[in-house]
């Protein structure tokens, strides 16, 4: 910790600086550091160590070993590392990072909050630098019990979705990571750059595609991140994407020039096929009215573009996964479906919702109409 002595000279230093505002600035943290005015003098650090003059290790270094320190426990825990993260991110020597933040944790013990944002910035340094995957999935692993069981959604949780889809992206996990990239999107997209929605739109739409279990596409499609895709030369991923929700195999197969060009869904195709066709058996139950669910063998192997013989097996896997509800009459050689898997649905599945309530409204009052015929007919005799 800097002595008040140390700090003295250090300012003093600083303020020599040719930089007229910087200059000014030095001079207004002396001032509110004489003051002890520790909330505002946090605040405008926040600022400073962003001051383009200042990036760079050997200045941001020196600012916190002979200033900052001498008072970091006298501001709010979570402003300091907010603070320190600048710093930390200069540091040449990655290892030294991940020490420094592992005495920061330490000194902000209090406030869980900042606790978990070191743990995550270790993280990302594990990842992106020391190349540790290993030390990267136990601090995932370390947070993702407590964050989830934090009960609010904190700051904390979008760098630690992004710290988790990254990792996830890195070993080829592309549930988790399709998982944990929505989420992501869900906490923090406001503060994603823009210029980087496309990459990131392109990678969730990969991992959507490929992922195991994955059949909600909708809520992706829904997102306002897909749309930056548009003019871009992954913009056909769109196309793609909508054919699947709609269990569509022909556009799926006319769209083969454009996703056989992507080696890991050209490598997939086998199990691609299977996903789009057990999205095709969830979109036949779902646009059929509830009294019209007995669904032929047949039919199922015209839409879905499989021999007979095998329509068996694609409804047991459906089955088995929870997609839908139902029973098989191998005798008819039919099945008969009683439930399909809720989805985020699109505007042209939202007007068929429509359509059938409109219809089960109707036999309803056909229904009333009857009860109420028959009844008089009771009541008279």
């Known amino acids: 910790m800097a002595s008040t002595a140390n700090v003295a000279k250090y300012l003093s230093e600083e303020k020599k600086t040719t930089n007229k505002e910087l200059a000014e600035e030095w001079s207004r943290l002396e001032e509110l550091y004489n003051e002890k005015l520790w909330n505002e003098l946090s605040i405008r650090l926040n600022s400073l160590v962003k ?6 290790e050997e200045s941001l270094l020196p600012l916190y070993h002979n200033f900052i320190s001498s008072f970091e426990t006298k501001i709010n825990p979570y402003a300091l590392v907010e603070m320190l993260s600048t710093v930390v991110g200069f540091i040449s020597d990655k290892t030294e990072a991940v020490q420094f933040l592992e005495k920061l944790v330490e000194k902000v013990k209090v406030s869980e909050e ?15 630098h020391l190349q540790d995957l290993d030390a990267t999935k136990k601090i995932i692993e370390e947070l993702k019990e407590v964050l989830e069981e934090s009960g609010n959604v904190t700051a904390v949780h979008g760098k630690y979705f992004l710290l988790a889809s990254n990792y996830y992206r890195r070993v080829g996990n592309y549930t988790d990571y399709y998982r944990c990239g929505l989420q992501f999107l869900g906490c923090a997209l406001d503060d994603y750059p823009k210029e980087e929605w496309p990459q990131q739109a392109f990678f969730l739409g990969l991992a959507a595609l490929l992922g195991e279990g994955i059949y909600n596409i909708g809520e992706l499609l829904t997102h306002p991140i897909i749309d930056s895709l548009k003019g871009t030369e992954n913009e056909w991923l769109i196309a793609l994407l909508h054919a699947f929700n ?39 139950t ?96």
């Open 246 to 284: 709609n269990g569509d195999i022909n556009k799926f197969e006319q769209m083969k020039p454009q996703w056989g060009q992507i080696p890991d869904l050209l490598a997939q195709e086998v199990k691609l096929r299977k996903k789009v066709a057990l999205l095709c058996l969830m979109e036949m």
């Open 286 to 381: 779902f646009v059929r009215s509830a009294d019209k669910r007995s669904i032929p063998f047949e039919d199922i192997a015209e839409h879905t573009k499989l021999p007979v013989n095998e329509v068996e097996i694609l409804i047991m896997t459906a089955l088995a996964q929870g997609l839908v509800r139902g029973h098989i009459d191998q005798v008819a050689g039919v099945v008969n479906m009683t439930w399909v898997q809720p989805r985020v649905l699109n505007r042209p599945q939202v007007a068929s919702m429509v359509n059938t309530i409109e219809v089960w409204m109707q036999s309803i009052s056909a229904m009333e109409k009857l009860i109420e015929n028959k009844a008089n007919e009771i009541l008279t005799n």
């Open 51 to 56: 001051n383009p003059a200042l990036q760079s």
């Open 114 to 128: 900042s606790v978990w944002f070191c743990r995550v910035m270790q993280g990302q340094i594990y990842l992106e």
